[in-house]
């Protein structure tokens, strides 16, 4: 249990376009799904937390207007990077919580999802 | 901030040694998890810590939440080529219910 999927796996862009990644709990219900960037030789950066029914909470410096979240349902969150440019190059990386009590200290990663603007 | 400070930054060991890496935070967490990396993949979970002086195992992986709840160490016995990756450590605040990630260590495993 506790799949997590993610799609597209990669994705290449012209500058100035939109991008749209899926995010699925695919065998259990998240209330809260989490949006990660990594960029080479580094760690996870936390950008956004996505709960289900209610507005996404951004990290400090990162764009809400630029990186729009949708939760739309328990297993179905929505990043959609809009006019992306060359430095939004990046691994996007989502994750959903999975814990009791209504903690979600327990997450579950997807596979990635790999954006290269041109 | 909190901060988690992961050591060692990599590894390079021969195929049938242990290897040990830990994580020091400055401030004490409520739950510690490991991960592993391959390259252009997402983390998948190793190992979850819920409760100080937890020692947990996994195959050949143990891993241990420090009884001042400020760090954690991972340690794997009889390493193989399939260990290769990067291990990343993650403190659970229930204050902000956000991960916060070490920086990560890379281990090679010479056959």
């Known amino acids: 249990g506790a799949v997590v999927s993610q799609h597209p796996s990669w994705v290449i862009c012209k500058s100035g376009t939109s991008v749209k990644i899926e995010c699925r709990s695919l065998d259990f219900q998240a209330t809260t799904m989490f949006w990660y960037r990594q960029f080479p030789k580094q760690s996870l950066m936390l950008m956004a937390t996505s709960n289900e029914g209610s507005k996404a909470t951004y990290e400090q410096g990162v764009e809400k207007d630029k990186f729009l979240i949708n939760h739309a349902s328990l297993t179905l969150s929505t990043l959609t990077v809009t006019s992306a440019h060359p430095e939004d190059s990046s691994f996007y990386i989502c994750?959903?919580?999975?814990?009791?009590?209504?903690?979600?200290?327990?997450?579950?990663f997807g596979p990635g999802t790999r954006l290269t603007v041109l | 901030g909190q901060q988690l400070n992961q050591s060692p930054q990599s590894m390079f060991i021969q195929e049938g040694e242990d290897v040990s890496m830990n994580c020091t935070s400055s401030s004490i967490f409520n739950t510690w998890l490991w991960y592993k990396q391959d390259p252009g993949e997402g983390p998948v979970l190793l190992i979850a810590l819920y409760k100080a002086g937890e020692l947990t195992s996994n195959g050949r992986l143990t891993a241990q939440f420090g009884i001042t709840r400020k760090d954690s160490f991972l340690n794997i016995s009889a390493s193989i080529p399939s260990d290769v990756g990067i291990y990343f450590c993650?403190?659970?605040?229930?204050?902000?219910?956000?991960?916060?990630f070490g920086q990560g260590t890379t281990l090679q495993v010479k056959p």
């Open positions: 994750s959903a919580g999975r814990g009791s009590g209504g903690l979600t200290d327990t997450q579950y």
């Open positions: 993650a403190g659970f605040w229930s204050n902000t219910g956000k991960l916060i």
